[in-house]
């Protein structure tokens, strides 16, 4: 499955971004599908998660009451909606797929498919 991500921005302190991921091909619906960040200088880490049906949702607990991650398997998307936003949110955000794999995880290397990034800076 091929991940287009797209919806960045700059954004001040307090605001909100949406997030979308438009994949191709036809394992969309049968894969989990996770969203990670990746700052200067850090390690890439997971932000959200969704499983395969949409029923099932994780997120890291610097993002939880703020972010809200959903799934449109009709339009092949998945969403990363963002309110609240602080400084610290400032990254490069990846969407990220397990092919035909249903359950949601957090490490990196069990997703198999990753979008090219987009940035998302959030001034003070």
């Known amino acids: 499955v091929q991940l287009q991500a797209s919806g960045g921005g700059l954004v001040q302190a307090g605001g909100s971004l949406r997030l979308s991921c438009a994949a191709s091909g036809r394992t969309f619906s049968s894969s989990a599908m996770g969203w990670f960040r990746q700052a200067p200088g850090k390690e890439r880490e997971f932000v959200a998660g969704?499983?395969?049906?949409?029923?099932?949702?994780l997120y890291a607990d610097s993002v939880k009451g703020r972010l809200t991650i959903s799934r449109d398997n009709g339009k092949s998307t998945v969403y990363l909606q963002m309110n609240g936003l602080k400084p610290e949110d400032t990254a490069v955000y990846y969407c990220?797929?397990?092919?035909?794999?249903?359950?949601?995880?957090?490490?990196?290397?069990?997703?198999?498919?990753w979008g090219q990034g987009t940035q998302i800076t959030v001034s003070s």
């Open positions: 990220a797929a397990r092919v035909n794999r249903p359950a949601v995880v957090t490490t990196p290397a069990d997703f198999g498919s």
């Open positions: 969704i499983s395969r049906s949409g029923s099932g949702t």
